[in-house]
């Protein structure tokens, strides 16, 4: 088992800056891949960014260049760093994390609010 803890969400200004974290327990050594994902209201749960099984990163066209996923090995910890934040990123962003042994995990999420 997995268990996976978001913090950092907020409220920040179009154009501004805010980086979200996911601190990951458990069976860590069986995690293959690990990611962010959001959802808006109304919207369906949508990949943002994330390490794959194949150790490269991948992204959402929507924030390439304005987001940067990283993480800390040492802390067990993903990041999500987000800059030029726009109103359509507004959601929650949900951590997964998935495992050799074909889990499936998320955290609870963590709510982004970008408004004026």
């Known amino acids: 088992q997995v268990q996976l803890v978001e913090s950092g969400g907020g409220l920040v200004q179009p154009g501004g800056s805010l980086r979200v974290s996911c601190a990951a327990s458990?069976?860590?050594?069986?995690?293959?891949?690990m990611g962010w994902y959001r959802q808006a209201p109304g919207k369906q749960r949508e990949l943002v960014a994330a390490f794959t099984s194949g150790g490269s990163t991948d992204y959402a066209d929507s924030v390439k260049g304005r987001f940067t996923i990283s993480r800390d090995h040492a802390k067990s910890t993903v990041y999500l760093q987000m800059n030029s934040l726009k109103p359509e990123d507004t959601a929650v962003y949900f951590c997964?994390?998935?495992?050799?042994?074909?889990?499936?995990?998320w955290g609870k999420g963590t709510l982004v609010t970008v408004s004026s």
């Open positions: 997964n994390a998935q495992t050799t042994t074909n889990g499936n995990y």
């Open positions: 458990g069976r860590l050594s069986y995690i293959k891949a």
